[in-house]
């Protein structure tokens, strides 16, 4: 099992930032990856980016150059760092953490961006 608590949402004027947090029950290390997903009133459940246990990285096209994720240094902490935010960019933004026989989900954190 791995547990997963998200922070850091909240409400922002475009073009400012946010940096959510999900604290894992588990080192990364014994992850095979982990990630943030979106979701928008309305709208399907989408990929924002995802971090192997080695660092790889993978973004969504919209978020590349705007958003980044990475690895805390104690190991069990994926941050996502959102620049340059856009009112498209209001969700509801859930970690993601898949192992090798499981994936599992945050309760998720909400993100509203005003014009």
């Known amino acids: 099992q791995v547990q997963l608590v998200e922070s850091g949402g909240g409400l922002v004027q475009a073009g400012g930032s946010l940096r959510l947090s999900c604290a894992t029950s588990r080192s990364i290390f014994s992850i095979n990856r982990m990630g943030w997903y979106r979701q928008a009133p309305g709208q399907q459940r989408e990929l924002v980016a995802v971090?192997?246990?080695?660092?790889?990285?993978n973004y969504a096209d919209s978020m590349k150059g705007r958003f980044t994720i990475t690895i805390g240094n104690a190991k069990n902490t994926v941050y996502l760092q959102m620049s340059s935010l856009k009112p498209e960019d209001t969700a509801v933004y859930y970690c993601y953490a898949r192992t090798q026989f499981s994936a599992f989900w945050g309760q998720g954190t909400k993100v509203t961006v005003s014009s």
């Open positions: 971090i192997t246990s080695g660092g790889t990285t």
